[in-house]
Nanobody, 128 residues
Framework: QVRLVESGGGSVQAGGSLRLSCAAS????????MGWFRQAPGMEREKVAL????????YYADSVKGRFSISQGNAKNTVYLQMNSLKPEDTAMYYC?????????????????????WGQGTQVTVSS
């Protein structure tokens, strides 16, 4: 059984930084898209940053480019999201997600429905 465990959320002032971590256990696919979505109250869940754990290619939403950086651990079942220059509009519940099958393509081309496994979410709050 695959399980995703997130950590690292919290509250920070605008301009500050946070680092999220997501560890996957029970996983057998080494090449897949894995990363982060977020959902603010009353909004759709949106892609934030994804990494293909096989090839290492990344995807970022336009709203976070240049401020957020996604990376993976050596075991390729742990991903990190370094969030710098945080803005109040980054406030949301952040969810770790992973695909449920082998995938070697671009994470730009996958949507929410392509992710089988989800973490419980970690809250990020940015105050002005």
């Amino acid at each position: 059984q695959v399980r995703l465990v997130e950590s690292g959320g919290g509250s920070v002032q605008a301009g500050g930084s946070l680092r999220l971590s997501c560890a996957a256990s029970g996983y057998t696919y080494s090449s897949k898209c894995m990363g982060w979505f977020r959902q603010a109250p009353g909004m759709e869940r949106e892609k934030v940053a994804l990494i293909n754990t096989g090839g290492g290619s990344t995807y970022y939403a336009d709203s976070v480019k240049g401020r957020f950086s996604i990376s993976q651990g050596n075991a390729k079942n742990t991903v990190y999201l370094q969030m710098n220059s945080l803005k109040p509009e980054d406030t949301a519940m952040y969810y770790c997600a992973a695909q449920g099958s082998w995938y070697s393509g671009s994470c730009r081309d996958v949507g929410r429905a392509d992710f089988r496994y989800w973490g419980q979410g970690t809250q990020v709050t940015v105050s002005s």
